[in-house]
């Protein structure tokens, strides 16, 4: 941990342990009083740690304790040791702000302190230069905090009159390209509402909130139930009166921590005790036995878990507690959404969530990784000492000692020994035993019961009570949200209301298929349809000769054991990627049975480079095939004139089939399937079972399903349908290239331009490598000619997809390696000559193909590269006004001493350490591909809301009613026109210019003259017209 961390810590222990003495000891006492209790250090925590002169310190007691709700009871009457702190701090060169007067004012309200303590409270803080207005102002306060303080104020000064908060003026965003987003009074808009009645909505409301408030939800799992025999009711019973036992050990271990932690605070050691006291015992306990509950028969990093376990500290000390102020102005919200109520302007839901005058909620920072990982690992010692079991049930004629249930060992994971926490083969075999058949789930890992609020900043939206971030980041990382406070929140308007939009769909689940998935889940899975099959058949260890103790003989030769020894670590690979997978399709089938008759909502935020993702990580849309076909929409449409052959369509678009035909074409076939699909949906398990043939199985079966309820309709146009249909797009990150470039050539091969049958990017490709493999085959190549007959489309597609992504010669090679070896009939011991030869010529057809993307690709490479050498992350801003940066730092060692082991991980997201070059220009291209694809789903999203569309989408697959997909269509081609009808490249060139090179400190540095000479050089297009675009049929298809 780095020195200022530690000094941190220091300054935090301190304000904790003293609090919690006076609160044991009884309060009270003289502010002006200088001398330190007797247990104090003279020198003091943080004069004997060296404390850096002239910080600034933040509300120690707020960010310690936590806001109104989190706050321990020890905070609420100590002022006296408060006050020792405050000295403490001033005597060390560490001045109080606004934010820690604020706090000390809040506990003499509480506390009903004299007058003349406050006065001379008030008088210190006007001598360090900080304004009375300004706690009301400046400082972010809760209704309770802001009364408390106030009380505070006015009995040292009865005529005291807070100022109002000040009224921001009038925020625009700036953007192009949303002015006609936040254009006033447009006739045209037509924003969508739910389904559901403002009464069923505000019970959907209290039900969230008290899954919430719970922290926790608990499901039934869809493992197939036991009989309860004998043998299962004495495991569940023997099950109960252990964690009862734990239950206890845990409360006093956790007890005995503390003391031991404040202890050494006391000494002016570094301490968690400040930490531990977060949460009350009996939340923490709690926590613990979930967490061995869920522990896997083969263990768990303990890096892992204490990351984890403290992460989970985190979020649920952040818990708000403002639950009847933000019932009403919920309540109020939801007049905009409800199906049977009307509002007086129609706008954008965070406009008239802004609207109801709802305060910004007290943000708090991240706590550094170290501490996150450090308290972690003390909570899991915790319960590695407090859960034992008696040895009886390991062997059955041992003496009643008591054993631990969870040991601590040492495995190798790629190379690498780490350390696990291990279950006793005796506790798991208990478990399996009692096969008890629920789960337990955070309750911001499991979708909303009701729609989520609406993002109003980059901390505060979608969850009711749990803090969410707009921007994911690895936790301890603060760059990102530093780069978003900064930024005028109007700029981030768009974003906001992107979000908002994703997550305002409602979805139900698909119940026929969902019976069908949970059918052979319980059999024995079937992995050709992605159902993972249980552990019961994953592979045995070797018999024979080939058995793992063999290895222990002499006659057995060194190269017989090293076959034995990868044969076995291969087998148990396999079995831990089969537990791996059933484990997910579990989580996500159980939470699919738990929602069926419910209707919920998928709250998203972003990764850095503004792709947007649902929060819930176990049941959403964005997972496997099996995943979206669990999921439709909650809200249907009617079909219409045109919705039914669009069914057909995407049905043959899951298939796989027709990829280079007409939609004409595709329809036809569709009819010419008819029979097939009628038979799919009537007996998808007995019948001829077609649909397991298409690409996307799942899919294709609920899309056969729609397609039968519809023909069947007495009216297929009248027919209400939920099911979403999608638009992808061809080879995306290629389409943005081509128009960046203004590349006729590459527009072509990408469908931008208009054609009567869509252009297959991967096939072209496919041809061209050959053309090049057939004129080496002629000048004698030996691996020209192995390979002839073996290019195909397969064989380059993944290649050609993410080169636009940024993958190297090397990536590339291993991928080509890899649809090599899949091919029976190719001589493998050429697989290795012939993927380096085939990742060449890959590379030499996209630069002849793509000549415009590939000096595009350069100059942004180059472009980091410089950035890099300089010092500096590479930034820049989206078209839409997203601020980015790029997390890629040299990696710093952190090493956690002393416990079971000693933890050491490597963090890249210290901006202390300087940029990571290899990565920072590596990530630049693709990573700015990806903020421009972002920001046209946005676009598009936010454009379909004002049209009242349904709209979802997986990157740069779209989502929505059959009946509306041509709508949707126009609005995605005209905001990908509009997109790139700005000067992308020379507003990137001109702030990347402005950020790196403006600072006549650095002028005459090598590496800025030589940024500078590159970020004017900007690519030359070509002339490719956009306006085609608008007329492209297949450009999404």
Sequence with gaps: MCVAAARWFRVLAACQLYAGAAARRGSGGPCGRREPPASWPRKGLLVASGAVRGARLPALVSRTAGRTGAMPSCWRGSFKELTYVFFMLKDAGLDPDLQSYAAALQCMGRLDQDAGT???????????????????????????????????????????????????????????????????????????????????????????????????????????????????????????????????????????????????????????????????????????????????????????????????????????????????????????????????????????????????????????????????????????????????????????????????????????????????????????????????????????????????????????????????????????????????????????????????????????????????????????????????????????????????????????????????????????EMQSLRADALYRLSLARHLRHRVFWLPHNMD????????????????????????????????????????????????????????????????????????????????????????????????CMEVARAVRAPDPAAYVSHFPVHQDGSCNGLQHYAALGRDSAGAASVNLLPSDLPQDVYSEVAAQVEVFRRQDAEQGVQVAQVLEGFISRKVVKQTVMTVVYGVTRYGGRLQIEKRLREIHDFPQDFVWEASHYLVRQVFNSLQEMFSGTRSIQRWLTESARLISHTGSAVEWVTPLGIPIIQPYHRDSKVMIKGGLQSLTFSSSVDTSQKPNTLKQKNGFPPNFIHSLDSSHMMLTALHCYRKGLTFVSVHDCFWTHAADVAVMNQVCREQFVRLHSQPILHNLSRFLIERFCSDPRTSKSIWVSRLMDTLLSVPKTGTFNLEQVKHSTYFFS
């Design 118 to 576: 406050i006065r001379r409270c008030l008088k210190q803080m006007a001598q360090d230069g900080l304004q009375l207005q300004g706690l009301f102002t400046a400082v972010p306060l809760s209704a309770e905090e802001r009364a408390e303080l106030l009380r505070a104020v006015r009995k040292a000064k009865p005529a005291f009159t807070p100022p109002r908060p000040p009224v921001p003026p009038p925020q625009v965003n700036t953007s192009p390209l949303l002015r006609e987003i936040y254009a006033k009074q447009d006739p045209a808009v037509s924003y969508p509402r739910l389904h559901l009645s403002l009464k069923e909505l505000q019970g959907l409301f209290q039900q969230q909130l008290r899954v919430e408030m719970a922290t926790t939800i608990t499901v039934e799992s869809v493992e197939k139930v036991p009989l309860l025999t004998k043998e299962v009711l004495h495991a569940r019973k023997t099950l109960a009166g252990l964690r009862t036992r734990w239950r206890t050990a845990l409360y006093r271990e956790l007890q005995e921590t503390k003391e031991s932690e404040a202890h050494a605070a006391r000494e002016g050691r570094l301490s968690l005790f400040p930490y531990l006291c977060l949460l009350s015992e009996k939340e923490v306990v709690r926590m613990l036995l979930q967490t061995l509950q869920a522990l896997p028969a083969q263990g768990e990093s303990l890096l892992f878990l204490a990351h984890e376990l403290g992460l989970r500290v985190f979020k649920r000390k952040q818990l708000r507690n403002e639950v009847q102020e933000l019932e009403q102005r919920y309540s109020k919200y939801l007049h905009l959404l409800a199906s049977d109520t009307q509002v007086a302007e129609p706008c954008l839901p965070r406009q008239h969530w802004e609207a109801l005058g709802v305060p910004e909620a007290p943000h708090e920072q991240p706590w550094p990784m170290s501490v996150v990982v450090q308290l972690g690992k003390q909570l899991a010692e915790v319960l590695v000492r407090a859960a034992q079991m008696p040895s009886s049930l390991a062997a059955p004629r041992s003496p009643g000692t008591l054993i631990p249930v969870l040991y601590h060992v040492y495995s190798f994971r790629s190379f690498r020994q780490i350390g696990i926490l291990k279950p006793h083969p005796a506790f798991t075999q208990l478990l399996e035993t009692a096969a008890e058949r629920t789960l337990t789930f955070e309750s911001t890992d499991v979708p909303m019961l009701c729609p989520p609020l609406p993002w109003t900043s980059p901390h505060s939206g979608a969850f009711l009570l749990s803090p969410t971030k707009m921007m994911r980041s690895v936790e301890g990382s603060q760059q990102h949200q530093l780069l978003l406070e900064r930024c005028p929140p109007a700029e981030l308007h768009g974003a906001l209301d992107a979000l908002t939009q994703l997550g305002n769909c409602a979805w139900r689940v698909n119940g026929r298929v969902l019976d069908l998935v949970l059918q052979l889940f319980a059999d024995k899975g079937c992995p050709r349809l992605g159902v993972p099959a249980p552990p019961s058949e994953a592979p045995r260890p070797p018999e024979g000769r080939r058995a793992p103790n063999r290895c222990l003989l002499p006659e057995v030769s060194p190269a017989e054991k090293a076959e034995m020894r990868r044969e076995l670590a291969r087998r148990l690979k396999v079995a831990r």
């Design 608 to 703: 850095f480079r503004g792709r947007t993702y649902p929060c819930s990580p176990h049941f959403n849309h964005l997972g496997s095939d099996l995943a979206r076909a669990l999921l439709e929409f909650a809200q249907g449409r009617p079909l219409g004139p045109h919705g039914l052959n669009w069914l057909k369509i995407h049905l043959v678009n899951l298939t796989g089939l027709k990829k280079r035909e007409s939609l004409q074409a595709r329809r036809d076939y569709a009819d010419e399937l008819m029979e097939d699909i009628l038979d799919s949906a009537d007996r998808p398990m007995t019948g001829r079972k077609w649909w397991m043939e298409a690409d996307e199985p799942w899919q294709a079966l609920a899309c």
